[in-house]
């Protein structure tokens, strides 16, 4: 455990580094210095978790400048009285202060179902948004939601932004890209370029992704790390769905995704059926046909779409 002195080091380093990253100005070697000292120390990381909360609940909202004397300690440039701003809200243990009006401006991004749909955002960066999702993007705070659905990120950005999916919060320092879904059964996280950083209660820290890896937390709370095949898991963004030896129950599921018709299985009996192959969006019947070709079982047409029984 640090000791009192110390750990008000940290506190005061993890503050300036927001303040840095939040920066206008700030380059890709204060981003590597960052790095260095984050992995210098499980308690950097810790501590920075911690503050770049606060940071998010306290941006846009005027305070006093601290003393500059700590900017010199990190050997950074003299903090500009927005990046001071800055250290103030992060350097305040247990401050709560309500969000100025600029603070909770927010742009929707959202799409239908069946509608894959890209969407510019500042500095450069794009969100591609899956079928029936939705993202609030709140630009002062640096910071998006996802509220449903699926978002593919491009961060391109030279400063740091957030995603809260779930219980999970994405966060962008450089140059990224990631695949960010949430449903009824899990909520995930996938590094597909770049490094990430990506904070879950249940595991008590940050954890870094690297390029291919994938956090998911689900609905009773287990916590899985892993690599996914990201030719099946990013293949919405080419229109169409691939499945490997899948489940017949979890591939109607993600097509249902896709089409207001849905598919139900009118049996359990069903649903282990296993079945590999692609699927284009819009083309339920197509998707319908091979089923009856490749599996033991019928279509029933009714209005409110199809039921798939055993033959």
Known sequence: MKDGSEAGRIRDDAALWIARLHADDCTDDDRARFLHWLHADAAHAQTFERLTDLWDMGAGVSL?????????????????????????????????????????????????????????????????????????????????????????????????????????????????????????????????????????????????????????????????????DLDELLAWRRGNLVFRNGRLADIVAEVNRYTTRKIVLSTPRLAGMRLSGIYNFGKEQDFLEILSRLLPLGVVADPSGYRLVPV
């Open 64 to 228: 006093p400048v601290p003393p500059p004397v700590a900017a010199r300690r990190l050997s950074m440039p003299a903090l500009s009285r927005r990046q001071a701003m800055a250290v103030a809200v992060c350097g305040v243990a247990g401050l709560v202060v309500p969000l100025a009006p600029a603070a909770n401006a927010r742009r929707i991004l959202r799409t239908q179902v069946g509608e894959t749909r890209g969407f510019a955002i500042d500095g450069g960066a794009v969100c591609r948004l899956d079928t029936d999702s939705r993202v609030t993007l709140i630009p002062a705070r640096r910071l998006g939601l996802l509220d449903g659905g699926q978002v593919f990120v491009d961060w391109r950005a030279a400063y740091p932004f957030a995603f809260r999916a779930g219980p999970l919060v994405l966060r962008f320092f450089s140059r990224a890209e990631a695949d960010v879904r949430e449903d009824a059964a899990s909520t995930g996280v996938t590094a597909v370029s770049g490094r990430v950083m990506v904070q879950a209660p249940q595991t008590g820290r940050a954890t870094w992704l690297g390029q291919g890896e994938r956090l998911r937390v689900f609905a009773g709370g287990r916590v899985e790390h892993d690599r996914p």
